[in-house]
């Protein structure tokens, strides 16, 4: 089945709304993995995206580098250290504190601005035990498990590597084409039918981003959006999205829903800036700022 995500859609699939009296709890607990030394604003930009989106509480988890900083420039936010490889990949193995935050998040987002595929992919392996009743979505290199050449003991099958319980993963064309080893370019001409098939080779459901972005769950439901403009091409729009996806899942929207409801926002808030400041030029950062009256608006 495969539907436009379209105004009429949202408003007839409307996201959990708190109560005037709900707390902070209510409205779901953000876990963010992300970052790196050299690029820690990405989880800036996911962490505002995800309070944008109505989340109550964060926690952030990045290298020790620069975890200060980051707890400087989101206040908001309990921020966790993790130690680093050479290569600048985040490490898990001994962080217990960030066991037990997965254990308590609504949500979990792990992935962007992070180094080191190999370290990227033994951190997600490591706590996916630990996510098991929190919504799971894998962005940017926290995708690298899924990848055909996997190096974190996933040997035994890695080509055709498999969840067994709801994730969500973001890739656009050429994240899709590395880890798959398709054409890029076939992915793009096809991209329903590369949504469809790498959601039923994972077992997850899969947002294929692109001028035509393709949402594709495992049970054979589809979605598909057109919308945006160009100015969304930028660097950290991605995060911005996959930040928005997570608050909205925090706050008790599935992962489908709330990747059909971020995707649109993402892009009318795109097409909110390019009308205040012409449709290239805006930056990513701004997007986030753009949400809340979306949402007030449907």
């Given at each position: 089945?495969?539907?436009?995500?379209?105004?009429?859609?949202?408003?007839?699939?409307?996201?959990?709304?708190?109560?005037?009296?709900?707390?902070?709890?209510?409205?779901?607990?953000?876990?963010?993995?992300?970052?790196?030394?050299?690029?820690?604003?990405?989880?800036?930009?996911?962490?505002?995206?995800?309070?944008?989106?109505?989340?109550?509480?964060?926690?952030?988890?990045?290298?020790?580098?620069?975890?200060?900083?980051?707890?400087?420039?989101?206040?908001?936010?309990?921020?966790?250290?993790?130690?680093?490889?050479?290569?600048?990949?985040?490490?898990?193995?001994?962080?217990?504190?960030?066991?037990?935050?997965?254990?308590?998040?609504?949500?979990?987002?792990?992935?962007?601005?992070?180094?080191?595929?190999?370290?990227?992919?033994?951190?997600?392996?490591?706590?996916?035990?630990?996510?098991?009743?929190?919504?799971?979505?894998?962005?940017?290199?926290?995708?690298?498990?899924?990848?055909?050449?996997?190096?974190?003991?996933?040997?035994?099958?890695?080509?055709?590597?498999?969840?067994?319980?709801?994730?969500?993963l973001t890739p656009h064309a050429g994240e899709l084409a590395r880890l798959t080893g398709a054409d890029k370019q076939d992915i793009?001409?096809?991209?329903?039918?590369?949504?469809?098939?790498?959601?039923?080779?994972?077992?997850?459901?899969?947002?294929?981003?692109?001028?035509?972005?393709?949402?594709?769950?495992?049970?054979?439901?589809?979605?598909?959006?057109?919308?945006?403009?160009?100015?969304?091409?930028?660097?950290?729009?991605?995060?911005?999205?996959?930040?928005?996806?997570?608050?909205?899942?925090?706050?008790?929207a599935t992962l489908e829903q709330a990747a059909a409801w971020g995707i649109a926002l993402h892009a009318l808030a795109g097409e909110?800036?390019?009308?205040?400041?012409?449709?290239?030029?805006?930056?990513?950062?701004?997007?986030?700022?753009?949400?809340?009256?979306?949402?007030?608006?449907?």
């Amino acid at each position: 089945m495969n539907q436009d995500i379209t105004p009429q859609l949202l408003r007839e699939w409307p996201l959990p709304m708190p109560g005037a009296d709900a707390d902070k709890e209510v409205r779901g607990h953000v876990l963010i993995v992300a970052g790196s030394r050299e690029m820690p604003g990405a989880v800036l930009l996911a962490a505002s995206a995800a309070l944008r989106a109505g989340a109550g509480k964060l926690t952030i988890a990045t290298a020790a580098s620069v975890a200060a900083h980051i707890g400087t420039a989101v206040p908001e936010a309990r921020v966790i250290s993790l130690q680093e490889t050479h290569d600048g990949g985040l490490l898990a193995e001994d962080a217990s504190g960030l066991h037990q935050a997965c254990q308590q998040a609504s949500a979990v987002l792990i992935g962007p601005g992070m180094q080191d595929d190999a370290a990227c992919c033994q951190l997600v392996r490591t706590l996916l035990p630990h996510c098991v009743d929190s919504h799971l979505i894998l962005d940017a290199a926290g995708m690298s498990l899924v990848g055909r050449d996997a190096e974190c003991g996933t040997e035994d099958a890695p080509y055709g590597f498999r969840f067994d319980r709801p994730v969500l993963l973001t890739p656009h064309a050429g994240e899709l084409a590395r880890l798959t080893g398709a054409d890029k370019q076939d992915i793009q001409a096809q991209p329903e039918a590369a949504a469809r098939l790498a959601a039923q080779r994972w077992q997850a459901t899969v947002a294929l981003k692109g001028a035509i972005t393709m949402l594709a769950a495992a049970d054979g439901q589809q979605w598909r959006h057109e919308g945006g403009n160009a100015g969304l091409a930028i660097s950290g729009s991605g995060d911005v999205l996959a930040g928005i996806i997570t608050g909205l899942a925090a706050r008790g929207a599935t992962l489908e829903q709330a990747a059909a409801w971020g995707i649109a926002l993402h892009a009318l808030a795109g097409e909110q800036l390019a009308l205040k400041h012409g449709p290239l030029g805006y930056l990513a950062r701004e997007l986030s700022n753009e949400v809340p009256a979306l949402l007030r608006a449907f």
